[in-house]
């Protein structure tokens, strides 16, 4: 018999789906892989950006120290220029040596070091600047020396050529004062006028008596004025020269005779000198006598008369035999 009921006939239930993990596991572990990938993608690449800025810092620093040496040698270098230029600057150099030894001692030593910190570069930078200071001082100096040499050239030049001028002016006042002088000493050359000689016979008593016998003349008196409107007043020497009868110059040195130059003739015997103390510009009178210490001849006695070296005046006078027997 059959059976109808409203109620659902009971079956059996069914069991749930075990859970796969696998899958799961190889994702997490390929999260992890490409996690970890990732990171050492990245920390690679911070590596490298830290490589590559550590680079650039030393290349900086590198690039830096080597431009400090650079201007280090150029300052050496005009250093070295300015103390070969001039010997004095040289001196300059030599006393202020102590000085810039330390700076470049200082300095060597900084850049000696394999990397420098801040501190040192900067203390570089400062000794540098301060050898360029007192290198562009030296500098200068050069400037200013070089500019005094010029000046003292020009002024030696000048001084030179002043003093040319000058030696030359003296030498042509010289020839021409010399000139001067030697026309003045010409012209202030006595003229001789008047001359008269007069044989004379000295009596024992003292009395003259003029005669022309030869045989009773024991003496010439002879004279002549003399004048110049500029001779300077003054005693003056004239010289007397007699020519006897026979052609021969009367020199007696125990009498006073002797040499004098003149100024066309060269050396000549006088047979007197005699002084004249002459006033300028007046006439003045001269008269002296000639006692020799032998008889006079007859014949023609010829008289001339010097004075500065020239002929002023000449005269003749006769001597005759006289007498019956004579």
Same mark, same amino acid.
């Given at each position: 018999?059959?059976?109808?009921?409203?109620?659902?006939?009971?079956?059996?239930?069914?069991?749930?789906?075990?859970?796969?993990?696998?899958?799961?596991?190889?994702?997490?572990?390929?999260?992890?892989?490409?996690?970890?990938?990732?990171?050492?993608?990245?920390?690679?690449?911070?590596? +490298? #950006?830290?490589?590559? $800025?550590? =680079?650039?810092?030393?290349?900086?620093? %590198?690039?830096? @120290?080597? *431009? !400090?040496?650079?201007?280090?040698?150029?300052?050496?270098?005009?250093?070295?220029?300015?103390?070969?230029?001039?010997?004095?600057?040289?001196?300059?150099?030599?006393?202020?040596?102590?000085?810039?030894?330390?700076?470049?001692?200082?300095?060597?030593?900084?850049?000696?070091?394999?990397?420098?910190?801040?501190?040192?570069?900067?203390?570089?930078?400062?000794?540098?600047?301060?050898?360029?200071?007192?290198?562009?001082?030296? +500098? #200068?100096?050069?400037? $200013?020396? =070089?500019?005094?040499?010029?000046?003292? %050239?020009?002024? @030696?030049? *000048? !001084?030179?050529?002043?003093?040319?001028?000058?030696?030359?002016?003296?030498?042509?006042?010289?020839?021409?004062?010399?000139?001067?002088?030697?026309?003045?000493?010409?012209?202030?050359?006595?003229?001789?006028?008047?001359?008269?000689?007069?044989?004379?016979?000295?009596?024992?008593?003292?009395?003259?008596?003029?005669?022309?016998?030869?045989?009773?003349?024991?003496?010439?008196?002879?004279?002549?004025?003399?004048?110049?409107?500029?001779?300077?007043?003054? $005693?003056?020497?004239?010289?007397?020269?007699?020519?006897?009868?026979?052609?021969?110059?009367?020199?007696?040195?125990?009498?006073?005779?002797?040499?004098?130059?003149?100024?066309?003739?060269?050396?000549?015997?006088?047979?007197?000198?005699?002084?004249?103390?002459?006033?300028?510009?007046?006439?003045?009178?001269?008269?002296?006598?000639?006692?020799?210490?032998?008889?006079?001849?007859?014949?023609?006695?010829?008289?001339?008369?010097?004075?500065?070296?020239?002929?002023?005046?000449?005269?003749?006078?006769?001597?005759?035999?006289?007498?019956?027997?004579?």
């Amino acid at each position: 018999m059959s059976t109808t009921t409203n109620y659902p006939s009971a079956t059996p239930q069914s069991q749930p789906p075990k859970k796969d993990y696998k899958n799961l596991v190889i994702g997490l572990l390929a999260a992890g892989f490409l996690g970890t990938w990732g990171y050492l993608l990245w920390n690679n690449n911070k590596q +490298e #950006q830290v490589q590559t $800025q550590q =680079q650039a810092q030393i290349s900086k620093v %590198t690039d830096e @120290k080597g *431009q !400090l040496q650079k201007n280090f040698d150029d300052a050496l270098v005009r250093l070295d220029s300015l103390t070969g230029t001039n010997n004095k600057l040289t001196a300059t150099v030599n006393e202020k040596d102590g000085q810039v030894a330390k700076l470049k001692g200082q300095i060597r030593g900084l850049l000696a070091k394999q990397h420098l910190t801040q501190a040192e570069q900067k203390k570089a930078e400062e000794l540098i600047k301060e050898l360029n200071d007192k290198v562009s001082n030296l +500098e #200068q100096q050069v400037a $200013q020396l =070089q500019s005094d040499n010029q000046q003292l %050239t020009a002024d @030696k030049q *000048q !001084l030179t050529s002043d003093k040319e001028k000058l030696t030359t002016d003296l030498q042509t006042s010289t020839s021409e004062n010399q000139d001067l002088s030697k026309k003045v000493d010409i012209a202030s050359t006595l003229n001789a006028s008047n001359i008269s000689i007069t044989p004379m016979h000295e009596r024992k008593d003292g009395k003259d008596k003029e005669t022309t016998t030869a045989r009773k003349v024991n003496k010439l008196v002879i004279g002549f004025d003399v004048a110049n409107r500029i001779a300077q007043t003054g $005693q003056v020497d004239v010289y007397v020269c007699i020519t006897g009868p026979d052609g021969k110059p009367i020199n007696v040195p125990a009498l006073g005779s002797g040499t004098f130059s003149t100024r066309d003739e060269g050396d000549k015997m006088y047979t007197a000198k005699v002084p004249v103390d002459f006033e300028a510009g007046k006439t003045k009178a001269v008269q002296f006598a000639w006692k020799q210490n032998s008889e006079f001849q007859k014949g023609n006695y010829k008289i001339e008369i010097y004075h500065n070296g020239f002929k002023i005046g000449e005269g003749t006078r006769e001597l005759k035999k006289g007498g019956i027997f004579g």
